[in-house]
Nanobody
Framework: QVHLVESAGGSVQAGGSLRLSCVVS????????MGWFRHVAGKAPVGPKF??????????????RYADSVKGRFTISQDSNRHSLYLQMDNLKPEDTAIYYC????????????????????WGQGTLVTVSP
């Protein structure tokens, strides 16, 4: 059973940077795709079950995909053993304020994992990131 635990988020002023970490335990095989998602309080759901939007995903071969809203500002990465997942967030904006979650799925690819209709295998507990103007 794969288990995910995010590090504490934090508060920063607009233009600042934060790095999120996610400790991944359990049998993470090469079939797993992992990623970061976020939930913005008060935002309407983007799918029937989830109001979490995809931010960035990565597969076992370090192929990545980003949401358009974070391209060029956020970078997803992982340790070679895939037991740590990171999200480097630069040039943060107030609209990046959200609860951030790491997630993993055995079947999804980087092309499908951010589909809001997809039910993912494993989620972390979430961590709050606050960006002030």
């Amino acid at each position: 059973q794969v288990h995910l635990v995010e590090s504490a988020g934090g508060s920063v002023q607009a233009g600042g940077s934060l790095r999120l970490s996610c400790v991944v335990s359990g049998p993470v095989t090469d079939t797993y795709t992992m990623g970061w998602f976020r939930h913005v309080a008060g935002k309407a759901p983007v799918g029937p079950k989830f109001s979490r939007e995809g931010v960035a995903v990565i597969d076992a071969w370090d192929r990545t995909r980003y949401a358009d809203s974070v391209k060029g500002r956020f970078t997803i990465s992982q340790d070679s053993n895939r037991h740590s997942l990171y999200l480097q967030m630069d040039n943060l904006k107030p609209e990046d304020t959200a609860i951030y979650y790491c997630a993993a799925d055995r079947v999804a690819t980087i092309g499908t994992m951010m589909d809001p209709l997809r039910v993912l295998d494993v989620w972390g507990q979430g961590t709050l990131v606050t960006v002030s103007p």
